[in-house]
């Protein structure tokens, strides 16, 4: 097990993050999970910082966003093409979308991570929050129960998705 620490704290920095006001604390020690399980990246075109430092050969036009709006491939392993000797290449300068990048999101929302990404489903069934008061126990309760909801509502939303917009219902 992992500790993923006070659920309350996480929420309202997941919250935030969610929001583009900061980036996710996520333990992530020597895991690289969200790194080597195939998954396109996507740039805004406001992240000149990011843009600047992934050559353009790597980039590709987001299926369904504005002109503008990239997608950052993967390489034959699966494995992010920024990723080099086990670390991020441009760390500093990541995409947004790897700054608010949680796994735990999945532990927090009862939601589990997409098949096709086993790294990252094993990484969040091994997270554990603690809960300093039953409210807050309460409130994780409504979050896993609104996931089932858009499940429901939504059977062809991806797990992320899912995990997301539980944690936006939920106040």
């Known amino acids: ?4 620490g006070d659920f309350s704290s996480w929420l309202t920095d997941m919250r ?10 996520v333990p992530c020690g020597e895991c690289t999970a969200c790194c080597t399980s195939s998954q396109f990246v996507h740039i805004e075109p406001d992240e000149t910082e990011t ?3 992934i050559p353009t050969a790597l980039l590709f036009p ?8 990239l997608v950052l491939g993967y390489a034959a392993r699966g494995h992010c093409p920024m990723l080099v000797d086990g670390a991020c290449s441009i760390y500093e300068h990541r995409p947004r979308t ?3 990048y949680d796994c ?3 532990e927090a929302t009862g939601v589990a991570a997409d098949g096709d990404r086993p790294l990252i489903a094993e990484r969040a069934r091994r997270w554990r929050f603690t809960f300093a008061t039953p409210a807050q126990r309460d409130q994780s309760d409504q979050i896993r129960a609104a996931a089932v909801t858009i499940r ?3 059977p062809s939303a991806s797990a992320a998705e899912i995990a997301v917009r539980a944690v936006d219902a939920v106040l």
């Open 1 to 4: 097990m992992l500790a993923a």
């Open 16 to 25: 935030g993050a969610l929001r583009g006001e900061r980036a996710a604390d």
């Open 51 to 53: 843009l600047a430092r």
């Open 62 to 69: 987001a299926p369904r966003l504005p002109h503008g709006h």
């Open 98 to 100: 790897c700054r608010t």
């Open 104 to 106: 735990r999101i999945f």
């Open 152 to 154: 429901e509502r939504e």
